[in-house]
């Protein structure tokens, strides 16, 4: 199983960037589906952004445009570049992964098996 470990979060004014890492080990992440995850306080957790085992990438509305999943197989790292930050980003995030998740579902956690810690992500106006 694949051990996951977030870093990079911090805290930004609304219109900064931050790009999150998630450290995996373990299985290669090129056989894995991935996603990044974010819950507030008080908020259900919600899906950031996927990427699958073909390269192919998902996007909740809310950050299409503005934050970019990637992965670097050779070094076992997923990234997530968030720009044009907004409060309401705020929350802490978290890498999941799996070994398969149907399309549908790539940004539901329920389908995920291995998480990380988290990373707090702060964006004040």
């Known amino acids: 199983q694949v051990q996951l470990m977030e870093s990079g979060g911090g805290s930004v004014q609304t219109g900064g960037s931050l790009r999150l890492t998630c450290a995996a080990s373990g299985d290669s992440i090129g056989s894995l589906h991935m996603g990044w995850f974010r819950q507030a306080p008080g908020k259900e957790r919600e899906g950031v952004a996927a990427?699958?085992?073909?390269?192919?990438?998902f996007y909740a509305d809310s950050v299409k445009g503005r934050f970019t999943i990637s992965q670097d197989n050779a070094k076992m790292t997923l990234y997530l570049q968030m720009n044009s930050l907004k409060p309401e980003d705020t929350a802490m995030y978290y890498c999941?992964?799996?070994?398969?998740?149907?399309?549908?579902?790539?940004?539901?956690?329920?389908?995920?098996?291995?998480w990380g810690q988290g990373t707090q992500v702060t964006v004040s106006s």
């Open positions: 999941a992964a799996d070994a398969w998740i149907p399309r549908w579902a790539v940004l539901e956690g329920t389908q995920y098996g291995s």
């Open positions: 990427i699958d085992t073909n390269g192919r990438t």
